[in-house]
């Protein structure tokens, strides 16, 4: 009985392999950052497991995320704690003949048509606040005391759709993600205070160009947007406009990004650079934001690339930089 116990599981597991696939892959850097003041050593290394599958009848379906990612919430922790284990990081997906569905921390539908501007430098960006990241109401982080967010992507010739959506709940429950910090004085439940956010999107796709249109509403907050890109050779060049409503401001506030961002590439080289200017009306009093960006990228080849890159903006005090080389395996 044992010996034909062993052999039938053996047979399941063999079978569940011809259908499936778990796949391990990472990251690395190591370099130098210069915070307007001082120069800071900066390396880390990351694991990725990205898990793919089939079912009979050809749907395809996986899932992806970090170690760091599995799972690092804690009982009646409220604070911003991420986990893969609770879809508020890493994702799932399933897809097939009429599209894609993803769940997770995924990003909305504004963000897949749209993007954001060129990273530079080997942290990606990071070394200068990510200011080259595009504000988007849903998705990508931004709504992650609801849990995971909602995307699907359709794409019909040259046109794709796409369409994002929260719960519209941040009370936890069992099964469910949640992570309210109202709650009620005399039972001491969670009290439900989330608005849900949801998002369209469609995007046209030409030989060497594309342009999309946008809009996101999140409670009193709306949102649209903007973007093209053109690519002439060895040349990419982006502009990106997004409009905001923020009614849940006392008094009402209103804001505008306009963004440009080009690309360089020739043979292991690329250059890449990008403007951006945020401008906010809060009660009448008018601020603006101006950011820049300018990086280079040398692959090495095998999976390690030499990049660098500049930042000033006026979110930060200095201007910063930062120099290393980045690895992938």
Request: no cysteine; proline share 1%; aromatic share 12%.
């Amino acid at each position: 009985m044992k010996k034909f116990l062993f052999a039938t599981t053996a047979l399941v597991m063999t079978a569940g392999v011809a259908a499936a696939e778990v796949a391990v892959s990472g990251d690395g850097r190591m370099g130098l950052i210069y915070d307007g003041d001082d120069v800071q050593f900066s390396s880390r290394a990351r694991v990725t497991f990205t898990l793919t599958g089939e079912s009979d009848a050809g749907l395809s379906f996986g899932g992806s995320f970090r170690a760091d990612q599995e799972s690092d919430y804690t009982a009646g922790n409220t604070g911003s704690s991420r986990s893969a284990a609770r879809g508020t990081a890493g994702a799932v997906w399933i897809s097939g003949t009429y599209g894609k569905l993803s769940m997770g921390d995924v990003v909305g539908a504004a963000e897949a048509a749209i993007g954001d501007l060129p990273e530079v430098g080997y942290t990606a960006g990071e070394f200068g606040g990510d200011v080259e990241e595009i504000s988007f109401l849903v998705g990508d982080g931004e709504n992650e005391d609801q849990g995971p967010t909602l995307l699907y992507e359709y794409t019909v010739n040259n046109i794709s759709f796409y369409a994002s959506a929260t719960d519209g709940s941040n009370v936890a429950g069992p099964g469910v993600v949640g992570r309210s910090t109202d709650f009620d004085p005399i039972t001491g439940d969670q009290i439900d205070t989330a608005d849900t956010a949801w998002s369209l999107a469609a995007k046209y796709e030409g030989s060497n160009f594309w342009a999309a249109l946008s809009y996101s509403d999140n409670g009193d907050d709306s949102e649209i947007g903007l973007a093209a890109e053109g690519k002439f050779n060895n040349f990419a060049v982006k502009g990106v406009y997004m409009d905001y409503d923020y009614d849940s401001v006392v008094g009402g506030a209103d804001g505008k990004t306009y963004g440009l961002g080009a690309t360089y590439q020739m043979d292991a080289l690329t250059v890449k650079g990008f403007w951006r200017r945020d401008e906010v009306e809060v009660a009448g009093v008018d601020e603006d934001f101006d950011s820049f960006g300018i990086g280079a990228d040398y692959d090495l080849g095998g999976g390690a690339v030499l990049a660098g890159g500049i930042i000033d903006t006026d979110y930060l005090d200095d201007t910063v930089a930062d120099f290393g080389i980045k690895f992938r395996f």
